[in-house]
């Protein structure tokens, strides 16, 4: 009783003071011994058999903005850390306050490695944040093609029938899809393997304001990804006849 009511004070205190505690700082800018060091403090008053509980709530304790230690350590792109988080019971599904899961996080910053590590240990490649975005729709936003590739091919190997769905997505606040996101922000390589790898993606689809992919391109300048999209969709229509 003594040590279970020890263990609920020390977890407590620690989630207070997460949003500047040292963990997070450790997971964001440090290296793997810091981050073993800071746990091993943490946990130095309860006995040895308690230890593994004291480190899964420390590892899935949430700071002010309801990030864990693998939030910070998947957006540095810190994959040792990652990889010792999660062996110790890290929660590769926690939400943030906007919604971001650790993938999330890892997809918007360009780490395929921890975006591997996450997927291969449980991290739902659905997830939405609030504002409708999965981690394909951050990905083709910061261009990072790798991981727009692995994405697909993940929802291929899982659920097949909903890999349409999935590429097509247009539940985001403003209606855009991630193919919208690449074609405004210039990644042609992004545009040009959803067009051509992804069977019958939508090139229809238009967002809150009535633009389509190439719309957007145009807006923004990218005159080549404007030219590709307008010739897929004349081919489209071709294929159709």
């Known amino acids: 009783m003594k040590k279970t009511l020890l263990l609920t004070l020390i977890t407590s205190l620690f989630s207070l003071s997460l949003s500047a505690g040292p963990l997070h700082k450790a997971c964001t800018h440090g290296t793997l011994q810091e981050v073993k060091e800071i746990i091993r403090n943490l946990t130095i008053l309860i ?8 480190i899964k709530k420390i590892v899935n304790a949430k700071g002010m903005d309801k990030r864990t230690p693998l ?12 990889e010792y988080l999660i062996k110790n019971g890290a929660d590769v599904n926690a939400k943030e306050k906007l919604g971001w899961t650790p993938l999330h996080l890892a997809a918007e910053n360009g780490y395929p490695t921890i975006v591997e590590l996450l ?14 975005w999965t981690p394909l729709h951050y990905a083709a936003s910061g261009g990072y093609l790798e991981i727009v590739k ?15 769905q999935y590429v097509n997505n247009a539940e985001d606040i403003v209606n855009r899809t991630p193919l919208h996101l690449a074609a405004m922000e210039g990644h042609l390589n992004i545009v ?25 391109a145009l807006q923004k300048d990218h005159q080549d990804i404007y030219n590709y999209l307008i010739t897929a969709q004349k081919q489209l229509i071709i294929n159709k006849l």
């Not at 006995?47 to 004291?54: G, I, N, T």
């Not at 939030?71 to 990652?82: D, E, F, K, P, W």
């Open 47 to 54: 006995d040895y058999e308690y230890m593994p509980s004291v």
């Open 71 to 82: 939030h910070h350590t998947a957006r540095s792109g810190q994959v040792l850390i990652v």
């Open 119 to 132: 997927i291969a240990n449980g991290a739902d490649v659905k997830a939405k944040d609030t504002f409708g």
């Open 150 to 164: 692995y994405l697909i091919k993940t929802m291929q190997e899982v659920v097949p029938n909903k890999v349409v």
């Open 192 to 216: 040009e393997y959803l067009v051509k790898e992804v069977k019958m993606i939508n090139l229809n689809i238009r967002d809150n304001n009535g633009r389509l992919a190439q719309d957007l």
